[in-house]
């Protein structure tokens, strides 16, 4: 059967203009130049799949599924179409379903960095963390450059409460990017949790020069000078994390807890009347609350002692 070699090309440059618009994040103009091509030939998988990403862009989920099974049933060899179907099943968390598109999208290419990377996230979120480090180890087995996979490794370590490995993770990833401020702060958390709480303050501190605005370091931070009994400059982290966030719970909930390690116990009461806004359901926050209500004693903490690490 012959073709109309200038109705091809029409098609192409109409594709063409998509993906540029596309790239340059205009998903609305793609959409446009996609639906010209599709007009043109409705039975081009490429075409449909890149429709589904830019209406995945635009967070219009269910039109994008849509589309990903349009491009499946026309070519059930084609790979973009059932990767992009598993993104936008993630996107909607359903995560059992994503993972068997992620490992069709294997199966037609099995050395994509993308697909293990992302099934990597969702073996995360389902708590699968043996799984979801096998992923992430093939990711960096293909890239070991990939900075945003070296810190979901170390994230899962933690997880795991394999703090040594965690450790060994971030140091590798810091050769890589040694000024990077959330593996400093990763790093930092995960010496917290190690009792190394000197070195802990050096990584949390250089994170802070780089980058003052991550809640998590101050609120780690925090937590360390907590633990050497610095109360007074443990206090001045958690206005921080606070400042950062207004409706932090734990926030709330240290800056309590060190109050009361002050004796500072009606500032404290506010804080846990707080955490108790926020969240209704805090066992901790109910048992401070109800002692330093019934208690005169300025030394409640010690009574009920419950400092969360993280």
Same mark, same amino acid.
Not at 51 to 59: G, H, T, V
Not at 109 to 135: H, P, S
Not at 226 to 240: D, I, S
């Given at each position: 059967?012959?073709?109309?070699?200038?109705?091809?090309?029409?098609? /192409?440059?109409?594709?063409?203009?998509?993906?540029?618009?596309?790239?340059? $994040?205009?998903?609305?103009?793609?959409? !446009?130049?996609? @639906?010209?091509?599709?007009?043109? @030939?409705?039975? $081009?998988?490429?075409?449909?799949?890149?429709?589904?990403?830019?209406?995945?862009?635009?967070?219009?989920?269910? !039109?994008?599924?849509?589309?990903?099974?349009?491009?499946?049933?026309?070519?059930?060899?084609?790979? %973009?179409? =059932?990767?992009?179907?598993?993104?936008?099943?993630? $996107? *909607? !968390? $359903?995560?059992?379903?994503?993972?068997?598109?992620? @490992?069709?999208?294997?199966?037609?290419?099995?050395?994509? /960095?993308?697909?293990?990377?992302?099934?990597?996230?969702?073996?995360?979120?389902?708590?699968?963390?043996? /799984?979801? *480090?096998?992923?992430?180890?093939?990711?960096?087995?293909?890239?070991?450059?990939?900075?945003?996979? =070296?810190?979901?490794?170390?994230?899962?370590?933690?997880?795991? &409460?394999?703090?040594? +490995?965690?450790? #060994?993770?971030? %140091?590798?990833?810091?050769?890589? %990017?040694?000024?990077?401020?959330?593996?400093?702060?990763?790093?930092?958390?995960?010496?917290?949790?190690?009792?190394?709480?000197? +070195?802990?303050?050096?990584?949390?501190?250089?994170?802070?020069?780089?980058?003052?605005?991550? *809640?998590?370091? =101050?609120?780690?931070?925090?937590?360390?000078?907590?633990?050497?009994?610095?109360?007074?400059?443990?206090?001045?982290?958690?206005?921080?994390?606070?400042?950062?966030?207004?409706? @932090?719970?734990?926030?709330?909930?240290?800056?309590?807890?060190?109050?009361?390690?002050?004796? #500072?116990?009606?500032?404290?009461?506010?804080?846990?009347?707080?955490?108790? &806004?926020?969240?209704?359901?805090?066992?901790?926050? #109910?048992?401070?609350?109800? +002692?330093?209500?019934?208690? !005169?004693?300025?030394?409640?903490?010690?009574?009920?002692?419950?400092?969360?690490?993280?």
């Amino acid at each position: 059967m012959f073709k109309n070699p200038f109705k091809t090309n029409k098609i /192409e440059n109409w594709y063409e203009k998509g993906l540029i618009s596309a790239n340059k $994040r205009e998903y609305y103009e793609a959409i !446009k130049y996609f @639906d010209k091509a599709l007009e043109m @030939d409705s039975n $081009r998988a490429d075409i449909l799949s890149s429709k589904a990403l830019a209406l995945y862009a635009l967070e219009k989920y269910e !039109k994008a599924l849509n589309y990903c099974n349009k491009a499946i049933k026309i070519d059930t060899n084609y790979y %973009n179409a =059932w990767y992009f179907k598993a993104l936008v099943l993630n $996107r *909607l !968390k $359903r995560y059992e379903e994503a993972l068997k598109y992620f @490992d069709k999208a294997l199966e037609l290419e099995v050395q994509d /960095e993308a697909v293990w990377r992302n099934k990597g996230n969702t073996l995360k979120e389902l708590k699968m963390f043996d /799984e979801a *480090l096998k992923c992430y180890n093939k990711v960096l087995e293909l890239n070991n450059k990939d900075f945003y996979t =070296w810190n979901n490794k170390c994230i899962v370590l933690i997880l795991l &409460e394999q703090f040594d +490995e965690a450790l #060994k993770c971030y %140091n590798k990833a810091l050769k890589l %990017n040694p000024n990077n401020a959330y593996f400093l702060n990763g790093k930092g958390f995960v010496l917290f949790n190690l009792e190394f709480y000197d +070195e802990a303050l050096k990584c949390l501190d250089e994170a802070l020069k780089l980058d003052p605005d991550i *809640l998590e370091t =101050w609120g780690t931070k925090g937590n360390v000078l907590n633990q050497l009994k610095y109360y007074e400059e443990a206090l001045k982290c958690y206005n921080k994390v606070l400042e950062l966030d207004p409706n @932090d719970v734990n926030g709330w909930y240290k800056k309590g807890y060190t109050l009361m390690k002050l004796g #500072k116990n009606q500032e404290a009461l506010k804080c846990f009347n707080k955490v108790l &806004e926020l969240n209704h359901d805090d066992e901790d926050a #109910k048992k401070y609350k109800e +002692e330093l209500l019934s208690s !005169k004693d300025e030394n409640v903490v010690s009574k009920h002692s419950n400092f969360r690490m993280q």
